[in-house]
């Protein structure tokens, strides 16, 4: 999803020809210089796996940024008073249980580069942080203090883990290994912090908290330091905050009327708001966002939105009530 449209060909700007009969074959032309941009058989896979890739190419020949046919989304869906991670491709299609524990989970975040998950879960009858190893299935317990162990956020490297602990008595922001270890508070404020997220670089973190008596978000050098506001003007209530790859960018929720998806540069500053919905993600494009959009009471639908173009849509591929989707880069 990149913004593209299907119109008649006498008003396309490149047209895409092709077959898969037996394997998916794509030509990609550029009306208005007549060059060919793309002539290409995929075999291997599925004839779905073989489509996706031929997407992913035709973004990149157009755009020259990577296509995300190709990549996994996590998120949790309710069942009854239990929930669980699942994980699809990107359109939804596919979703499997990654847990069937009966229990309540939330806040997948996928470890970079790896096939690898952290959440929270409650089996244990506390808010608690696993890692989650997809391929093997072994399961590894990284914060399981008294009070809350929450919104694990991993860094770009893949090395440190970021979580809201609430064991010193008020929701405070950590960093740890992967594993635990080497736990360092960074925040001890009387507020509630939540939803942390990494810069590309590693070296800062975003977190949503209060100054003033307002719900902020705030920023804190991940190597400890003093937290300073990010400037989000023209919106109240801003929470769940997500660093774009590209480092340009912080999308979050602000809470007003309506639970709006909202952009601010990472720097600060004026704020775009773009459809009602909640915990948005980036993809690993730097321009797709996956978020939840509200479809009535009780239903919670995840949606897909194009930044540059403010097209939103609803996954084709829907698994019951889902909410808080985690892109795998």
């Known amino acids: 999803m990149v913004g593209f449209k299907t119109v008649p060909e006498d008003a396309a700007q490149f047209t895409l020809r092709g077959g898969n ?23 291997g896979g599925t004839l779905r796996a073989q489509a996706h890739a031929l997407a992913d190419d035709v973004v990149q020949a157009i755009t020259g940024q990577p296509g995300i046919a190709r990549s996994k989304i996590a998120f949790k869906v309710v069942k009854g008073r239990s929930s669980e991670i699942y994980v699809a491709d990107y359109d939804g299609f596919g979703a499997r249980a990654m847990t ?87 925040t001890k404020t009387p507020e509630d912090e939540s939803s942390p997220c990494w810069s590309p670089d590693g070296r800062t973190i975003c977190v949503a908290t209060r100054m003033g008596g307002r719900r902020v978000l705030a920023t804190i050098p991940a190597a400890g330091g003093t937290l300073t506001r990010l400037v989000t003007a023209g919106v109240a209530n801003p929470s769940e905050p997500d660093w774009s790859p590209d480092g340009r960018w912080i999308a979050f929720t602000a809470q007003m009327r309506n639970f709006e998806i909202c952009v601010v540069p990472a720097s600060g500053g004026e704020v775009k708001l773009y459809v009602a919905g909640e915990d948005p993600a980036w993809a690993g494009n730097s321009r797709t966002l996956a978020f939840t959009r509200r479809a009535g009471a009780g239903k919670r639908v995840l949606s897909l939105l194009d930044v540059p173009t403010k097209q939103s849509k609803d996954l084709p591929h829907t698994v019951g009530v889902s909410s808080q989707p985690a892109w795998a880069k």
């Open 21 to 43: 009969r037996d394997q998916v074959e794509g030509r990609l032309t550029d009306n208005v210089s007549k060059a060919v941009k793309l002539a290409k058989t995929y075999a």
């Open 100 to 186: 069937q524990d009966g229990s309540v989970v939330a806040a997948p975040a996928w470890v970079p580069g790896q096939r690898k998950l952290y959440y929270v879960t409650y089996k244990f009858g506390n808010a608690d942080i696993l890692g989650h190893d997809l391929g093997s299935g072994a399961r590894q317990l990284v914060a399981r203090y008294t009070g809350s162990n929450i919104t694990p956020a991993l860094s770009p490297d893949g090395k440190r883990v970021a979580m809201i602990l609430s064991k010193g008595g008020n929701p405070d922001l950590y960093v740890a290994d992967l594993d635990g270890g080497n736990l360092r508070q960074l």
